[in-house]
């Protein structure tokens, strides 16, 4: 009998991937005694501005070098290979075919989950997977109060105030990242020049 692999599910944009985003996988990783985590960067997210787009192969490029050190992290390209709108619900149907009798862990943080109605098919997402919530100091999550709460779990993780805009933003006005995101990502950054100001 075929042993059933538990793998976390974690989507975004990762413009530019920092340290929050792995401490969150490696946190539910051993909290959620997952077997590993997916990364998938979105094509485009319903939620993101165009230009995000346009960085894709950036975007892809810092990820790798973010998570390739860690033996039960792994990007999945299915969302950029497919181009368009990355859909959650559309991802979680690819990857239930991929893997029909494994366990699906959707990572979530909690401003994301409190969000989660609204999204496209939010039923059918919950059919594949369940909703792993992050339970933060700063932004506790209540199951019993949300109407997806049944199928949900959280864990927690220890307060970063991290943000990918954040760190553009800082590039922008030529701050320093470091401590904020990978050296190999922080490097890859200060060598290509992204995300300067124009000005």
């Known amino acids: 009998m075929k042993e059933i692999v538990k793998i976390g599910i974690f989507g975004g944009s990762f413009d530019p991937p920092h340290?929050?985003?792995?401490v969150l996988a490696d946190e539910a990783l051993q909290h959620l005694s997952?077997?590993?985590?997916?990364?998938?960067?979105?094509?485009?997210?319903?939620?993101?501005?165009?230009?995000?787009?346009?960085?894709?192969?950036?975007?892809?490029?810092m990820l790798e070098l973010a998570i390739n050190?860690?033996?039960?992290?792994?990007?999945?390209?299915?969302e950029v290979l497919r181009g368009g709108?990355?859909?959650?619900?559309?991802t979680l149907r690819h990857l239930k075919e991929?893997?029909?009798?494994?366990?699906?862990?959707?990572?979530?943080?909690?401003d994301t989950f409190s969000e989660f109605s609204s999204w496209r098919e939010p039923?059918?997402?919950v059919k594949h997977v369940r909703l792993a919530v992050v339970?933060?100091?700063?932004?506790?999550?209540?199951?019993?109060?949300?109407?997806?709460?049944?199928?949900?779990?959280?864990?927690?993780?220890?307060?970063?105030?991290?943000?990918?805009?954040?760190?553009?933003n800082r590039v922008a006005e030529g701050k320093t990242i470091r401590y904020l995101v990978p050296w190999q990502v922080r490097t890859f950054i200060e060598f290509h020049g992204w995300f300067r100001s124009s000005g």
């Open 34 to 61: 997952l077997d590993k985590v997916l990364f998938i960067p979105a094509f485009h997210s319903p939620f993101k501005s165009e230009e995000q787009s346009g960085r894709v192969e950036l975007r892809c490029e």
């Open 85 to 90: 709108t990355s859909y959650t619900v559309d």
């Open 135 to 168: 339970n933060r100091p700063d932004f506790p999550v209540d199951l019993s109060s949300h109407p997806y709460g049944e199928h949900a779990v959280t864990f927690p993780m220890p307060l970063l105030d991290i943000s990918s805009s954040g760190i553009r």
């Open 19 to 22: 340290l929050g985003h792995l």
């Open 69 to 78: 050190d860690h033996p039960k992290f792994e990007m999945d390209l299915h």
């Open 123 to 125: 039923d059918e997402i």
């Open 98 to 110: 991929q893997h029909p009798d494994d366990e699906l862990f959707l990572l979530l943080g909690g």
